[in-house]
């Protein structure tokens, strides 16, 4: 049978126009991919890390004089000798963080990649080595998933054609407004995603106009966060975003290396911002600012293994979870298993004698409701012994009642020597519901329960 051209052109036109129209969104499914790996690292390295100044912003307003011996000294002195990027990859995975960022051009311009583009990139430095190839194939090799930071703004190409340097100050720092930026910033982008195999995510710090969708035409499973989504950086927002969304902190006081008057967050303070993120359906994006010599430097380290200790045990509340539409009560935080099976109460404490180890606490969960069949516990610890403790009920009990779901635990989980681990603890409740208007009182109000010692 024959079909009349007129008939196949009208099946194939709409298919035809389909294709051509350009992306102009990230893929719902990857969005949904992004949201499961929760936690990632942020890596801000640079040419001016030498000096420990903040990453590329201190050209803008500079005089003549600094800008020229900016672009023309700090390379000579970029030489990250100990520079082992399976050691970040490690200490990453490790930590429970599931992909990374880094910073393949900043807003000075400089790259971190072999490009033919500018002279002003890692191979013409004292290390002379594709430094983002390097941490590409090395997160890769740990099953992490890779991203780019890239700065549409470049202040080494407007120092180059005589822009002001600055950011968003002038018509011409806008690369919609100016021809040559975008050829340019496009040129860069094709290095990239077309050089460097499949990557994972583009974070785009600047106007994103021509280039997200330019981006998508080499490489559609693209997510891109910044210049797409919500990503506020040292704060979190006061309630829950339509997701998704990002959090970028920093561990110290600044994004790039920064040798003295950095003071830095907590252990506690890191896990506790992670599960704030979390409940309020964001993502964690935790940056490190690598030495001069190729290291991170060992604050930043000692955090990351305070955090994969925590994470240890508690990795499966960080992925794959979704916020409640009530995200806490009190001192407790709430997220949920993506399928609904299963709720995350996430205990947060004051320090190590605020619920001490071997201590048993009552809590009432207004907002929960269950059933005989219901089921707590609590994530790394299987409620039946506390070491050096004979004969002792360590045992999670759960009851449903007219106030609100009520669970008795012990917190045994020893992680310090003293016993003196701060940190949030984490409940697994199954077989539980939850309720919107709660029942009129507050999280962790005692209570005594049959059974419970």
């Not at 995603?193 to 981006?215: H, M, S, V």
């Given at each position: 049978?024959?079909?009349?051209?007129?008939?196949?052109?009208?099946?194939?036109?709409?298919?035809?126009?389909?294709?051509?129209?350009?992306?102009?969104?990230?893929?719902?499914?990857?969005?949904?991919?992004?949201?499961?790996?929760?936690?990632?690292?942020?890596?801000?390295?640079?040419?001016?890390?030498?000096?420990?100044?903040?990453?590329?912003?201190?050209?803008?307003?500079?005089?003549?004089?600094?800008?020229?011996?900016?672009?023309?000294?700090?390379?000579?002195?970029?030489?990250?000798?100990?520079?082992?990027?399976?050691?970040?990859?490690?200490?990453?995975?490790?930590?429970?963080?599931?992909?990374?960022?880094?910073?393949?051009?900043?807003?000075?311009?400089?790259?971190?990649?072999?490009?033919?583009?500018?002279?002003?990139?890692?191979?013409?430095?004292?290390?002379?080595?594709?430094?983002?190839?390097?941490?590409?194939?090395?997160?890769?090799?740990?099953?992490?998933?890779?991203?780019?930071?890239?700065?549409?703004?470049?202040?080494?190409?407007?120092?180059?054609?005589?822009?002001?340097?600055?950011?968003?100050?002038?018509?011409?720092?806008?690369?919609?407004?100016?021809?040559?930026?975008?050829?340019?910033?496009?040129?860069?982008?094709?290095?990239?995603?077309?050089?460097?195999?499949?990557?994972?995510?583009?974070?785009?710090?600047?106007?994103?106009?021509?280039?997200?969708?330019?981006?998508?035409s080499l490489q559609p499973d693209l997510v891109i966060t910044r210049d797409?989504?919500?990503?506020?950086?040292?704060?979190?927002?006061?309630?829950?975003?339509?997701?998704?969304?990002?959090?970028?902190?920093?561990?110290?006081?600044?994004?790039?290396?920064?040798?003295?008057?950095?003071?830095?967050?907590?252990?506690?303070r890191i896990i506790d911002m992670l599960i704030?993120?979390?409940?309020?359906?964001?993502?964690?994006?935790?940056?490190?600012?690598?030495?001069?010599?190729?290291?991170?430097?060992?604050?930043?380290?000692?955090?990351?293994?305070?955090?994969?200790?925590?994470?240890?045990?508690?990795?499966?509340?960080?992925?794959?979870?979704?916020?409640?539409?009530?995200?806490?009560?009190?001192?407790?935080?709430?997220?949920?298993?993506?399928?609904?099976?299963?709720?995350?109460?996430?205990?947060?404490?004051?320090?190590?004698?605020?619920?001490?180890?071997?201590?048993?606490?009552?809590?009432?969960?207004?907002?929960?409701?269950?059933?005989?069949?219901?089921?707590?516990?609590?994530?790394?610890?299987?409620?039946?012994?506390?070491?050096?403790?004979?004969?002792?009920?360590?045992?999670?009990?759960?009851?449903?009642?007219?106030?609100?779901?009520?669970?008795?635990?012990?917190?045994?989980?020893?992680?310090?020597?003293?016993?003196?681990?701060?940190?949030?603890?984490?409940?697994?409740?199954?077989?539980?519901?939850?309720?919107?208007?709660?029942?009129?009182?507050?999280?962790?109000?005692?209570?005594?329960?049959?059974?419970?010692?």
């Amino acid at each position: 049978m024959r079909i009349a051209p007129s008939l196949l052109l009208a099946v194939l036109l709409p298919i035809a126009t389909a294709a051509q129209q350009p992306q102009t969104d990230n893929r719902p499914a990857r969005v949904d991919w992004f949201q499961d790996l929760a936690f990632g690292m942020f890596i801000h390295w640079n040419v001016d890390v030498s000096l420990g100044a903040v990453i590329s912003h201190s050209l803008s307003g500079s005089s003549p004089d600094y800008a020229e011996r900016y672009f023309r000294e700090l390379p000579k002195a970029f030489d990250p000798y100990r520079f082992d990027p399976s050691r970040w990859a490690r200490l990453a995975k490790l930590a429970g963080m599931r992909y990374v960022v880094l910073t393949a051009k900043h807003h000075a311009g400089f790259c971190m990649w072999d490009t033919r583009t500018t002279p002003f990139n890692v191979m013409n430095t004292p290390y002379g080595k594709d430094v983002l190839r390097m941490v590409l194939d090395a997160f890769r090799k740990e099953g992490i998933a890779t991203g780019l930071y890239f700065s549409p703004e470049d202040f080494d190409y407007f120092h180059r054609n005589n822009i002001p340097i600055g950011r968003l100050q002038h018509p011409m720092h806008y690369p919609a407004n100016n021809p040559g930026l975008m050829a340019y910033d496009k040129a860069q982008l094709k290095e990239l995603l077309t050089q460097y195999g499949k990557i994972d995510i583009l974070f785009i710090d600047g106007p994103g106009d021509g280039l997200r969708e330019y981006a998508w035409s080499l490489q559609p499973d693209l997510v891109i966060t910044r210049d797409l989504m919500k990503t506020p950086e040292q704060t979190t927002p006061d309630k829950p975003l339509p997701r998704p969304w990002e959090a970028c902190y920093t561990m110290g006081t600044d994004w790039g290396y920064k040798p003295t008057n950095d003071p830095h967050k907590t252990g506690t303070r890191i896990i506790d911002m992670l599960i704030e993120i979390r409940a309020k359906g964001g993502n964690f994006l935790l940056n490190v600012g690598p030495k001069p010599d190729g290291e991170i430097q060992i604050e930043q380290e000692a955090l990351l293994r305070e955090v994969a200790l925590w994470n240890f045990a508690n990795a499966e509340a960080v992925h794959r979870v979704k916020p409640l539409p009530v995200i806490r009560e009190g001192n407790v935080w709430y997220t949920q298993s993506n399928d609904g099976g299963t709720i995350y109460a996430y205990v947060t404490r004051t320090g190590p004698d605020d619920w001490r180890y071997g201590e048993r606490r009552q809590f009432v969960l207004t907002h929960l409701q269950g059933d005989s069949s219901t089921e707590v516990s609590i994530l790394g610890f299987d409620g039946k012994l506390v070491e050096y403790r004979k004969d002792f009920d360590a045992k999670a009990y759960v009851e449903s009642t007219r106030i609100g779901l009520v669970v008795s635990a012990v917190n045994g989980q020893r992680f310090y020597t003293d016993n003196r681990w701060p940190n949030a603890v984490v409940l697994r409740i199954r077989k539980a519901r939850f309720r919107e208007e709660g029942f009129g009182r507050g999280a962790g109000t005692r209570s005594r329960m049959d059974g419970a010692k």
